[in-house]
């Protein structure tokens, strides 16, 4: 059997300690076919599109073979589940092939997810539904196109068995592509065990592989602390900025490197509302939107705890120190906040009572129950001067901008406007940039999942074309900029696990 080089691996987490992994290779499956290339990404990457579109590349997507330079694994984690406390998780369907280093130079993992058991699958089958693959694919490379840091998806493949869920349902893997799956979770499954040479370990690799910047940094864990804590503002704020709910903020869902990761019960808000919760499982809305900047706090005082043993040796001096940078997470997300919204309102200096004005233009949206991605986008036809251009989707957006509610709203953000000094183009300009005319909706991903669970993969196809360019009015793709109808609405998304 030839060896066609399709990933020029290059791993290092492998070489770091085997307590961080179980040596795991992917469980073969019977009958593999392709749902998906991402054709775009593995050119990003410096691959092939044509080996992968071979048998030896659909084997190697499926797990059926491992590829020439693969040392696959299955990682170990802890998390707070939740709340609460899980002292081993770990990658339970998912197996890391490698890594590889693309010409810029950075370095990406390349993972199956749905490859089969391992010795973290607790009671779980290592497997996945096609739903969860194909949900996954498409927000995952939506989030890549609206800019948001994220894993991606590489492909999708069909295995040809079936997995056992509420009902018998088609099985997938995902191959998803990560700057690397180290997890809050990854540091607390260690520092749990009180092992402080491992933590060390995976400490200073973060450092030299995410932010080789903090190398030199006086107190180095500390440094990685606050530079993470600052990923994670700058993460949400964009996630708040589009609408973004990603419904299982467990620390062991809490990259290090401050990607979005793990698209369970993820979804994006149609209407409005700071309390809205998808996830069927989140029953104390613990996930819930307007709590995603604390959980996200939370999340990175539990890597504070991880590295106090070696930030310093005095106990209450760690401490102290930790907690400063913990205590900078509400001032920092403000700021980013308030930077995104500006944005969003075609504001581009800062001025005093700017904060009152984007949650004035919340809480208006809120009692008249508007969808949040049409109303921002459709703002900028609410200058006085403007001839924008905007897809006029259908939705109710006209007559709350006549409410005299929002009239007078409108008239104190033209007074602003005017203290900006820009031009009419270069606003609407900012604005188009910071408000996408389409997101992955909701009723629109369910209706691409139902056709690929009956081997139509064409709608998801065409949705992935118009998501790859969402802030870009596309001739004849209303449907995807539209709300949906009261018959269309998902109120409640499964993990699928
Ligand atoms: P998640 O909610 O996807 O972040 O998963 C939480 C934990 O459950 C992780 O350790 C997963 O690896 C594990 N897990 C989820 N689904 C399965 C499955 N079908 N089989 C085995 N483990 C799973
Ligand atoms: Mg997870």
């Given amino acids: 059997m030839s060896q066609q080089t399709l990933f020029d691996f290059d791993n290092s987490y492998v070489n770091l300690s085997p307590k961080l992994f179980s040596n795991q290779s992917p469980t073969p499956v019977s009958n593999p076919s392709m749902i998906a290339l991402n054709h775009t990404l593995v050119e990003q990457l410096g691959l092939n599109t044509s080996d992968f579109q071979t048998d030896e590349g659909l084997a ?51 993972q199956l997810k749905g490859a089969g058991p391992t010795p973290y699958s607790r009671n779980g089958d290592g497997r996945a539904a096609v739903g969860p693959v194909v949900r996954e694919y498409v927000v995952s490379e939506a ?52 092992d402080t040479e491992t933590i060390k370990l995976l400490t200073d690799h973060v450092i030299s592989r995410h932010y080789p910047q903090l190398r030199d940094a006086s107190n180095p864990p500390l440094a990685l602390l606050a530079e993470t804590l600052k990923q994670q503002v700058e993460l949400i704020a964009h996630w708040q900025s589009i609408g973004f709910i990603h419904g299982v903020m467990n620390t062991d869902n809490a990259s290090v490197a401050g990607i979005t990761i793990d698209y369970g019960p993820c979804a994006f808000m149609d209407t409005y509302h700071p309390s809205t919760v998808f996830s069927s499982i989140d029953h104390a809305s613990r996930y819930a939107y307007q709590n995603q900047p604390s959980i996200a706090q939370w999340n990175m005082a539990n890597l504070a705890q991880c590295l106090l043993a070696i930030i310093d040796e005095d106990e209450d001096k760690a401490l102290q120190a930790a907690q400063d940078v913990i205590d900078s997470f509400p001032a920092l997300f403000s700021e980013s906040y308030l930077s995104r ?51 006029q989707a259908q939705n109710n957006t006209d007559s709350f901008f006549e409410k005299s509610e929002t009239q007078q709203w409108i008239s104190r953000w033209h007074a602003r406007m005017q203290r900006d000094n820009n031009s009419t183009e270069a606003r609407v300009e900012i604005m188009h940039q910071n408000n996408p005319a389409y997101i992955p909706r909701n009723h629109k991903v369910e209706q691409i999942i139902a056709a690929a669970t009956e081997q139509n993969y064409k709608p998801m196809e065409q949705m992935l074309s118009v998501l790859s360019n969402p802030y870009k009015e596309q001739p004849n793709m209303q449907a995807y900029a539209q709300a949906p109808n009261e018959d269309e609405i998902v109120r409640a998304t499964f993990c699928g696990t």
């Fill in 60 to 110: 190697v997507l499926s797990g059926n073979r491992i590829p020439s330079g693969a040392e696959p694994i299955a990682t170990a984690y802890a998390g707070h589940q939740f709340g609460n406390w899980v002292p081993q998780l770990g990658d339970g369907r998912a197996v890391l092939l490698g890594e590889i280093v693309n010409k810029e130079g950075t370095r990406y993992d390349i």
């Fill in 143 to 194: 989030m890549a196109a609206l800019g948001v840091p994220t894993t991606r998806a590489l492909a999708a493949v069909s295995t040809g068995d079936t997995v056992r869920r509420e009902t018998l349902l088609p099985g997938a893997i995902l191959t998803r592509v990560a700057s690397s799956h180290i997890r809050v979770g990854t540091f607390q499954f260690f520092a749990a065990r009180r």
């Fill in 341 to 391: 919204f500006r944005h969003k309102l075609g504001l581009s200096t800062e001025q005093e009572n700017d904060e009152k004005l984007i949650a004035d233009f919340l809480v208006l949206m809120q009692e008249s129950h508007m969808d949040f991605t049409n109303t921002f986008r459709q703002l900028s036809t609410q200058m006085d001067d403007v001839q924008a251009n905007t897809l």
